[in-house]
């Protein structure tokens, strides 16, 4: 069993920047892919971002490419995901994943949900 605690969220204007956090527990980290999500309110929760096991492999959606980056850390079971000239329409609770590969993740095919943590963009 894995547990996933997301960090980082926050009050924050148009065009400026946040980094999330996700660190892992009670597994192996290494073994999985992982992945953010969002939902915005009455929205349903949609795909952010990808990362495969060796993070070789990173998958964006469109909206957020070119400002949003993720990352990880298997030495610290930490996923990240940095991001940049944030938007109003940003504004979500954000959403740790892991699953065994990238490809599930991008099909909402999650093993692990981190519990959320709100990001909220002023214009």
């Known amino acids: 069993q894995v547990q996933l605690v997301d960090s980082g969220g926050g009050l924050v204007q148009a065009g400026g920047s946040l980094r999330l956090s996700c660190a892992a527990s009670?597994?192996?980290?290494?073994?999985?892919?992982m992945g953010w999500f969002r939902q915005a309110p009455g929205k349903e929760r949609e795909f952010v971002a990808a990362?495969?096991?060796?993070?070789?492999?990173?998958y964006n959606t469109d909206s957020v490419k070119d400002r949003f980056t993720i990352s990880r850390e298997n030495a610290k079971n930490t996923v990240y995901l940095q991001m940049n000239s944030l938007k109003p329409e940003d504004t979500a609770v954000y959403y740790c994943?892991?699953?065994?590969?990238?490809?599930?993740?991008?099909?909402?095919?999650?093993?692990?949900w981190g519990q959320g943590t709100q990001i909220t963009v002023s214009s």
């Open positions: 994943a892991a699953a065994p590969s990238t490809s599930r993740i991008r099909s909402r095919d999650v093993a692990y």
């Open positions: 009670g597994g192996t980290f290494s073994f999985y892919a």
């Open positions: 990362i495969s096991w060796s993070g070789g492999s990173t």
